[in-house]
């Protein structure tokens, strides 16, 4: 009953207020639509609600309300929630605001009903993601889901409609925090020993299907204890950020009930391979056909070439964005299938941007960027890859020869911060972000690298 009528038309993701719109406002239009949606979670033992929003860090964070005794008042599902501005400016490694922002800033959290799901492991709670509005009713400039959305009305306005598929990558330990197992890419017997548990894993994503993209296919990797999910190609692309997190939500409280702990850190042991999360793009001009193959050059469309040209010439920037984890250059090596130099390629598993063949045919399908990991604040990962490779297409930047094993091209930042310095020079990203968001970044990530240069030690919030 609650898949079906969360699927309905009242519940698209459409739902979220339009610009300028009030808090009250909007409940006074949505008062109808918020007695339905109490009336679906209590009829489906819902008791509790969580309002999730993701920080630049990349913890997410949450208000849970109980709504056992909302039936004289409903509309207070729809009530904003106040939250201080400097919920952008909290490190990893503890809540110790960083940077100039005021105590004093208010951020209104809005649930985007679109995303409404129960989580499948604790049936009492369902859980929306949210988005940051200024009082004055407008998308916050400290919003990171508001900045994916400002990027793909950019696309949109230069007729591309993205579609976005990913890999993501994790590693089990046991009880004994040693890797469940030792094997190699694709084993078999290392998914049999784990079936459950990935079945789990694989059913209750499934059945999260507002807040997470289909499951196209998983496997076992080539690190020890590690797993990859593959997520299908889908041009909801704000649905695919919010699979991130909802993946790696549902990973942690299923390796909990087996007695296992999962990370995703991008490299959690100097001796095991590093974990990745993968980005396919490809793009339509309206009419669902894949307008990536073509002609112009190197069988790509000439937008394509553009946009392609973008994400290679601003890579050593966009990488603090993708990479934003001290030990996100640790994974960044050569023979680490993860990219480490300003070039691209046909199916080059070294290459950073790597484009994808079609078997059989040899058509170019889709761009891969491979130097990105789960510590990334997924809403500002896409949105910068969006960005840096828009830009190219308004520049008319030309696609430069693909690399060869004699030349892969100049090597990228070996660090955060060496790729920071280079973000603060780029006035693309910069301008994309907009300040408030740019900055608290920026000076986030400064404190996260002091913190690790005098404790050595990395806090997993991810």
């Known amino acids: ?67 056992t005794d909302l039936e004289s008042n409903p509309s207070d599902l729809l009530q904003d ?19 100039r922002e005021s105590c004093d800033e208010v951020c209104l959290m809005r649930p985007d009903l679109g995303t409404l799901h129960i989580l499948p492991y604790d049936l009492t709670h369902g859980a929306m993601y949210t988005s940051l509005y200024a009082e004055d009713g407008l ?68 059945r999260q299907r507002n807040a997470c993209g289909y499951i196209q296919k998983t496997h076992s990797e080539v690190g020890n204890g590690q797993f990859e999910l593959v997520v299908r190609h889908e041009v909801d692309v704000m649905k695919i950020a919010d699979s991130i997190l909802t993946i790696r939500e549902t990973v942690h409280a299923v390796a909990a009930s087996h007695g296992y702990r999962a990370t995703f850190l991008p490299k959690p042991e100097e001796t095991n391979a590093g974990n990745g999360l993968h980005l396919h793009l490809s793009f339509s001009e309206g009419d669902g056909v894949n307008a990536f193959p073509g002609t112009h050059v190197y069988g790509l469309s000439e937008k394509a070439s553009q946009f392609v040209a973008g994400i290679v010439h601003h890579l050593p920037a966009l990488i603090a964005f993708t990479l934003p984890s001290v030990t996100s250059y640790n994974r960044a090596k050569p023979h680490c299938f993860s990219g480490y130099s300003q070039c691209w390629g046909v199916e080059e598993k070294e290459c950073a941007v790597r484009m994808c063949q079609e078997y059989g045919s040899g058509r170019l399908t889709n761009v891969e960027l491979k130097m990105c990991d789960v510590s990334a604040n997924p809403y500002i990962a896409l949105g910068t ?51 408030g968001l740019f900055e608290g970044f920026i000076a986030v990530k400064r404190a996260e690298i002091k913190h690790f240069k005098e404790h050595g030690k990395v806090f997993d919030v991810i």
């Open 385 to 435: 890859v969006l960005a840096v490779g828009l830009d190219g297409v308004q520049s008319k930047l030309e696609l430069g020869k693909p690399a060869t094993p004699d030349d892969m091209g100049p090597l990228l930042p070996q660090s955060l911060e060496e790729a920071l310095d280079l973000a603060e020079k780029n006035n693309v990203l910069r301008e994309a972000l907009g300040e």
């Open 1 to 67: 009953m609650l898949c079906h009528f969360l699927s309905s038309p009242p519940f698209s993701s459409d739902i979220t207020s339009s610009p300028g719109m009030s808090g009250r406002q909007l409940i006074l239009e949505k008062e109808p639509v918020a007695r339905a949606l109490l009336h679906t979670l209590r009829a489906a033992r819902v008791d509790f609600l969580r309002l999730l929003i993701v920080d630049v860090s990349n913890q997410i964070r949450s208000q849970i309300f109980n709504i």
């Open 139 to 206: 998308p916050s400039q400290l919003c990171s889901r508001s900045f994916l959305q400002r990027q793909l009305d950019a696309a949109k306005a230069q007729g591309m409609i993205f579609s976005v598929g990913l890999e993501v990558e994790f590693i089990l330990y046991d009880e004994n925090n040693v890797t469940v197992d030792i094997s190699n890419y694709g084993c078999n017997r290392a998914f049999t020993r784990r079936s459950k548990f990935m079945n789990e894993v694989m059913g209750m994503l499934g």
């Open 81 to 99: 929630v106040v939250v201080p501005g400097i919920v952008n400016r909290l490190p990893s490694y503890g809540d110790e605001v960083i940077g």
